[in-house]
């Protein structure tokens, strides 16, 4: 897709204003059912698209990126715009700078349409944790397309846009990609600068990008990674350009099947479609193993531990001193606190009172919890030395294979409000996705198939710092669909 | 299953203001994603260190000199705030 539009841009064949126009048509016209997008951002769109123009007309070469419009997850500053993180307690925060990404994309001539809907803070499965809308799975209206990316996938799978950047902690890109039926990336921790990002969980959390197409995603990579001095754990890079690996070729690559992903419980079309997608594998001429990761067992208590121990200390910060809502301030009328505060600790209280939703203040409590004196090593410390043995798993198996590939979900989209009762079935959809956070590696989710006319993604994990490995497997697999 | 006390007090730590109606529900929450916890306990971590880094950087430095901001950005930043006096957040006394 972006190459092709690239092509386009280039040749002359339509200019990137009017294909900029285009998406905003297409947005106008579908938001009423989608619901991807919190705020636009038009007048800065069409003066990026104006600009490129002109250095096409200049006959100056510009980057792939360049003119092409594209969607970017409301945890990620952009410069003087309004940025929510789809939280009360952040209404009406305008950030003062541009994350690193944002910088990053901006300088290759990207267009950016506007910011979308997502999970609370992040927090979520589903997308209906926002405190402001429902976004719909443009697969279907009646389900959700995932979370916490969800408004940037379904912006993606509907053509509101024609890339966009998510966030991913748990599974937050890929499980929203497999159930709107794109490609979702995420990179190795330390593969992209998170500065800019609003922080849920610092060792978890990365950037990267949604797309309807494999070779997408690993142009887009190419744009955004690199060290950052505003990221002391962004990791040094060299410049690669992803899309110069995919060879379309793995007839020399192993890739293993976690027999512990495919005990019984798995529903059975998911497993009779992730078969088949096995066969294609090796019929690409993949050798296939079955092997073992003990330890992924213990994964989701794990995450379900170092996760909101630090996000309560990330989200410390959303105090309505500094930014974001304070509950006296005279415009918040629409609270409904009883009484304004009289004291400073009333503020911190009833500001995070109203201010976050209740999964938010569920992760922050239990983590609070976590870390609280007498607590820290028997839960925080004791999940960090689990995580130690999980990341042993994947070291041992990449002994034996170079990719492990196992079904992204347990299941295809559920439809909305199925699982906002349960928190703990919300969370097992997190289940296969998890795992690659807890051990850094890079995975992503593409497109296997469908079950009942709603798609099913497949999932690849590979070696720390091996994209390229990820991305051409994924690519070979999509154009042998 | 933790007790009524236990809630109020990690409220008070996580400065979140929580009503008596609220506090049963945290209970039961909190409660049962503590139990999925107890499976760690199993395991034997005697030998293992913790994790830092998961990809394994070490502490990255920089000289320790200010980096001043201009007026425009002190005043973008500064905007966000609910209610400053000059160049001066201001909140409820401290003391």
């Known amino acids: 897709m972006i190459r092709k539009l690239h092509e386009k841009l280039i040749s002359g064949e339509i200019t990137s204003a009017k294909l900029t126009e285009e998406y905003f048509n297409s947005i106008s016209q579908k938001e009423k059912d989608i619901q991807a997008y919190l705020s636009l951002t038009k007048d800065l769109a069409l003066e990026q698209a104006n600009f490129v123009d002109e250095k096409i007309k200049r006959g100056e070469e510009i980057d792939l990126l360049a003119g092409i419009p594209c969607a970017v997850k409301d945890n990620l500053c952009l410069e003087g715009k309004r940025t929510t993180a789809a939280s009360k307690i952040l209404d009406n925060y305008i950030a003062p700078y541009d994350a690193t990404v944002i910088r990053k994309i901006k300088e290759v001539g990207a267009v950016i349409l506007g910011k979308t809907n997502m999970d609370e803070f992040a927090m979520g499965s589903s997308t209906e944790n926002s405190a402001y809308q429902i976004t719909k799975n443009p697969r279907d209206l009646e389900r959700v397309p995932g979370g916490s990316s969800g408004g940037s996938a379904a912006a993606v799978a509907s053509g509101e846009a024609a890339w966009a950047l998510g966030s991913d902690t748990g599974g937050s890109i890929r499980q929203p990609a497999s159930f709107c039926g794109i490609v979702g990336l995420k990179p190795t921790y330390g593969r992209v600068s998170r500065n800019g990002l609003l922080a849920m969980a610092s060792s978890l959390d990365q950037i990267g990008p949604l797309t309807l197409t494999v070779e997408d995603a690993a142009i887009v990579l190419s744009r955004i990674a690199g060290e950052d001095e505003k990221d002391s754990t962004a990791s040094v890079s060299f410049g690669k350009k992803y899309e110069d690996y995919l060879t379309g070729d793995v007839s020399k690559i192993k890739i293993g099947i976690p027999q512990e992903y495919l005990k019984e419980g798995l529903d059975e079309d998911v497993r009779n479609n992730f078969q088949k997608a096995v066969e294609k594998f090796k019929k690409m001429g993949a050798e296939i193993k079955e092997i073992s990761l003990p330890y992924s067992q213990y994964s989701l208590s794990t995450y379900y531990l170092i996760m909101p121990s630090e996000v309560s200390s990330n989200l410390a910060r959303f105090d309505g001193i500094k930014y974001g809502l304070r509950v006296d301030d005279k415009e918040s009328s629409a609270l409904k606190a009883d009484g304004m505060p009289r004291t400073l600790l009333e503020t911190y209280l009833d500001s995070r009172e109203y201010g976050f939703g209740p999964e938010v203040k569920r992760r922050i409590m239990l983590g609070t919890y976590a870390l609280s004196a007498g607590y820290y090593d028997a839960y925080y410390l004791k999940a960090q030395k689990v995580r130690a043995l999980i990341k042993k798993d994947f070291e041992k198996a990449f002994e034996e294979v170079d990719l492990i590939f196992s079904p992204t979900t347990p299941e295809t989209a559920f439809k909305v409000g199925e699982k906002t009762k349960d928190i703990l079935k919300m969370y097992l959809s997190d289940i296969f996705t998890i795992t690659a956070n807890l051990a850094g590696i890079p995975a992503i989710s593409f497109p296997i198939s469908e079950i009942n006319g709603l798609p099913l993604g497949g999932q690849l994990m590979g070696k720390w710092f091996d994209e390229e490995g990820v991305l051409n497997a994924a690519y070979t697999f999509e154009i042998n669909s | ?95």
């Open chain 2, 1 to 95: 299953m933790l007790s009524e006390k236990e809630i109020k007090n990690i409220a008070k730590l996580a400065r979140i203001g929580i009503e008596e109606k609220e506090v049963e529900g945290y209970q039961k929450d909190l409660s049962a994603i503590l139990d999925h916890f107890k499976e760690l306990e199993k395991l034997d971590t005697s030998q293992v260190e913790p994790i830092g880094h998961i990809t394994g950087r070490d502490n990255v430095f920089r000289s320790d000199q200010r980096k001043e901001k201009t007026k425009e950005e002190r005043e973008d930043i500064l905007r966000n705030s609910p209610e400053r006096k000059n160049n001066y957040v201001k909140v409820k006394s401290v003391l």
